[in-house]
């Protein structure tokens, strides 16, 4: 083994080391209530000198970045829920159907994280 395929065997493990101690704080900061969030952390190698870390979908965004501000009103656009019923209703992650949610703001986790690992 010549000496650059140690230095980039050595680099890629500690790239990996890095990537997985920033996965496990993410999911230990992301907030408990959103469960998609935490399930949607996943680490990626993009190529030899890439490693993705973060989310799939919009929960670990909403999660991080809030979804409107605290106390907006969030209305659903549709005319009628999915059954042709007035109003149109938002579907929660618990099943159940309401006409309004309220915003929140977000948590800012994931900059937290990342600027200590800068």
Known sequence: MSLVEKVRAITKEGMRELANTIEVEL???????????VRSIRIEEIDE???FIGGSN?????ADQGNGGSGRIIRSTRP???????????????GSFHTYAHGYTG????????DRHR
Do not use: Q, T, W
């Open 58 to 62: 919009l929960h670990l965004y909403y």
């Open 27 to 37: 999911r230990a900061e992301c907030p408990k209530r959103s469960g998609e969030a």
């Open 107 to 114: 948590k800012h986790f994931v900059r937290a994280v990342a």
């Open 80 to 94: 009628v829920d999915r059954n042709g019923r007035p109003p149109g209703k938002l579907k929660f992650s618990d």
């Open 49 to 51: 000198n890439h490693i």
